[in-house]
């Protein structure tokens, strides 16, 4: 027993000092190629081992902002909220890099590495900066995890980042990852209306990826 609590000590689960950034973009659309689709929303978590320190919730200030009608639909966009709530993205985007670029930070969220990453990197563009990716070797994606835990595909410890993408890419019928599944499957409350609210997204996600340490080993 003692030899295999000395091998799994390098476990985030038995990590004592673990430090998470957690986030998610809410944008204009789907594209991730286009600097149109600009992101109105930016939420995000700092966690020290399980437990949330602060929490960050801004509306992106762009006076040429176009939404589609789906993101409406589907955000609950409401256009006099933004208008009132909304700051400057460039402030915005200096703590929230401040976090990400630390290397004492793993940086967590639900599909980050096939959508919330890309959009990062418009919001920097947008704000002149250049594209810049070195976090990604901290980045843990629960979408990607969920997958390997429904697919029973082993973690590959040699490179986490390389074994997540391979991961985002597989698509198999009857494999469900969504937040709501995953919050279903792991029994954790949640209100469906909220549901794509940048916020109450990442503290549902958190919930999700704590549970998770305890199913997959990283």
């Known amino acids: 027993m003692e030899k295999e609590k000395s091998m799994n000590n390098h476990l985030l689960r038995f990590n004592k000092n673990k430090k998470f950034i957690v986030f998610d973009y809410e944008t204009c659309g789907l594209n991730l190629a286009s600097l149109d689709n600009k992101p109105w929303q930016l939420a995000f978590l700092i966690c020290e081992n399980n437990e949330i320190k602060e929490k960050h919730d801004y509306y992106l200030k762009w006076d040429d902002?176009?939404?589609?009608?789906?993101?409406?639909?589907?955000?609950?966009?409401?256009?006099?909220?933004?208008?009132?709530?909304?700051v400057d993205p460039l402030k915005v985007l200096?703590?929230?890099?401040?976090y990400v670029y630390n290397p004492d930070y793993h940086v967590i969220g639900h599909n980050i590495l096939g959508f919330d990453i890309y959009i990062h990197n418009i919001h920097r563009q947008l704000c002149n900066k250049s594209t810049d990716y070195s976090y990604l070797n901290r980045a843990i994606d629960t979408n990607c995890i969920a997958k390997?835990?429904?697919?029973?595909?082993?973690?590959?410890?040699?490179?986490?980042?390389?074994?997540?993408?391979?991961?985002?890419?597989?698509?198999?019928?009857g494999v469900k990852t969504s937040l709501k599944f995953l919050c279903q499957k792991y029994g954790i409350d949640f209100d469906e209306s909220k549901l794509h609210d940048a916020l109450y997204d990442i503290e549902q996600n958190f919930k999700v990826f704590q549970s998770m340490l305890w199913k997959v080993n990283i």
């Open 148 to 173: 390997s835990e429904a697919m029973e595909i082993e973690f590959d410890e040699k490179n986490l980042t390389l074994w997540q993408f391979k991961l985002q890419k597989i698509r198999k019928k």
């Open 94 to 98: 200096d703590l929230f890099d401040s």
């Open 65 to 86: 902002l176009n939404i589609s009608d789906d993101a409406k639909r589907i955000t609950g966009f409401k256009e006099s909220v933004y208008k009132k709530k909304a």
